[in-house]
């Protein structure tokens, strides 16, 4: 017999026996769980317990198993088996013996092969079992209780309109509406307390009613479409129907003779899901020096849920005028957060994007909801992130002696005014110093506005001799009486230049006047009018210049009426022509024939409408005569986008079609068809009085 025996043999049945124990005893638990998640969250999250707790249940008994090791057989063999000499060790052992641990090793190898394996496992704990099957037992028992009394539906409830029948005739006595919405809603069964019913598009519409004497047969009557026959059970007639429309509806029985009043099916329809940017504040962001990422954060929001997984578009415009080149890349997304209001978070390295000064990368998210089948997709707002372009290098030779161009910005005459009455409010909190260079700074806006005016004068205005500006302090150079733009006259250049001639070198390189004939565009009253305005510019100028607003003020508000008056002058004259009237035919002279002199009425062109089946029955309702209720239904059924509340609409033509002799319905209908028209695209204008002449001959007449 070989010495070193496998513990195998022995080990298995203790190990199906500790995992059994455990199986047995945790088992219970893992029911209860599961039969807890589908009662309170549906069949789906029960299974996936189920599941989840056997897999938990299985990895326990696997490691209550591998705790029984060879360690475990030989203290357990030594501990049962007095005959082992505790030298059961020696048998299972692979290390090198001794030749006194050989001869014991060969004396116990036979005793061990004896032993039953089965008899080393542990007896069944069933104390253990017992108690914890009892325990899960009662929990389920309790849990099929509780959902028997939740799912078991309430008695019926007394019906609202029950009709006053006569002896025989049966009788609607009880009702019962349970609404199941679509599963995509997440929404939980209910009952409806009315017959009237408002429920998400999709839902199953379940009905239980009672009538008294029980009919033979029983339906339910959509207006002017299908019959859903009811079925007779053990609480009563049932029927059931799927809301995708609106419509009405009337509960129909065998022998019944008054018709009961209609009902509403209203479904509510799913809206779209509406996505909005959170971060950047504004649509359009620049991108700082050194940035190497941009996070961009959106928030989706739904009425029932808004899908976890949203598409990014990312588009590139890199590139400056006609060579722009257009890169567009996509990406899913994660949103966390709410099921209705869902919030995507993106990171986006921007040196993926191989942006370049003067480019532009916009960012725009795509989301979906739930809705089954048909989800509906819709792309939000996109965001900009703009690479600024480099600042244009400036001239560095002539920036004294000439502007390379014009200021992008000229401030309005109206902001010149309320910047010196601001700084006039000031003046006791401010230095004198302070105050002379923002009284300077104002007079130097007033100047760019003036020249701004000047170019459609061909700077005549300045023509005229002007005095120099007097210098705030005396230390200070004067400035230089020529002004870029200023109108004065530089005197005809000479036919060769001369060097160092500064006048030379502005005539060659600095501005040039505008050309005098820009004038024309204005007629000699507007041109007055500019002279004036100009002048007053000037007058505050010298006086801003000077540091006294208090004295620009008065110019100021001069210059700003003028131009107010330039702004409101006509531009367009006609000369003067005489008229040519026709030449009078001397034949018809004292005949009263008034053929081809005085022309027909007025007359109004007929608006043309393409739908004109609403029209034409709101004129037959005001009228005594037949209508066609029917093709006005079926208008009303394909046209519900349009109508504000259909289903009103539908319960008017069904009362008329009832008693179509009733005025009172007739002209409800007609105020419930108003609202659906079509409007003419244009108004009958009144006509004109004529002005003072037309109404003191009016007023003559009468």
Known sequence: MSLELSPDPWLAPARRRAAGDTVLVWSPLVLVLAALGWALAGIAVGVVLLIGGGIALAWLAARSAARLDTGWLVRRLNAR???????????????????LEQLQAERIAARVAAIDPAALADAWPRRRIA??????????????VWQIQ??????????ADSNAAAPGEPRLTGQRVRIVPPAYTGLAPRYAETLDIRAPAGSRIEWTLAFAPPPQSAALQLVGGQRVALTQGADGWSGALRLDVPALYRVTAQGMRAALPAHRLEPIADEPPQVRMIAPASGLATMQPGQRSWRVVFEAADDYAVDTLARLTVTTAIGEGENVRFAERSQTVTGTGDPRRRRFTIDLPLGAYGLVPGSDLVAQLTVADTRSPGPQVVRGPGVILRFPAPKPTEVAGLDLMAKQQMPAYFRSQRQVIIDTEALIRQRRSLGA???????????????????RYGQFMGMEAEETPKPPLPTAEKDEPAEPEHYDGDGHDHGEAPESPVFGGLGNVLADYGHTHDESEAATLLDPGTRDL???????????EVNLRTGKPE???PFENKALGYIKRIQQATRIYLPRIGSQQPPIDMTRRLTGKREGIVG???????????????ATAWRALGQPGVIDLAGLEGWVRGNNARIRDPLAVLAAIDALRG??????????????????????????????????????????LR
């Not at 108690?131 to 099929?144: E, N, T, V």
């Not at 110093?433 to 020249?451: C, H, K, P, Y």
């Open 433 to 451: 110093e302070e105050f002379l260079a923002r009284s300077n700074t104002i007079g130097v806006d007033q100047r760019l506005l003036r020249l």
């Open 530 to 540: 500019l002279k004036l305005a100009l002048d007053a510019m000037w007058e505050a």
């Open 150 to 159: 939740e799912s078991a539906p309430p008695p019926l409830a007394p019906a």
């Open 131 to 144: 108690l914890a099957s009892g325990l899960g037992i009662a929990a389920l028992a309790g849990i099929a």
């Open 659 to 700: 008693q179509p002799g009733s005025r009172a319905l007739r002209e409800k209908l007609r105020g419930q068809l108003w609202t659906v028209l079509t409007r003419p695209p244009a108004q009958v204008q009144r006509r004109g009085d004529g002005g003072a002449l037309g109404r003191r001959y009016v007023e003559g």
């Open 81 to 99: 088996e007095a005959q082992l000499e505790d030298s059961a060790a020696l048998v299972f052992s692979l290390a090198q013996r001794s030749p």
């Open 600 to 614: 027909g009425p007025a007359r109004l062109t007929p608006f043309v409408i393409e739908d004109a089946v609403p």
């Open 551 to 553: 004295a620009a003020l």
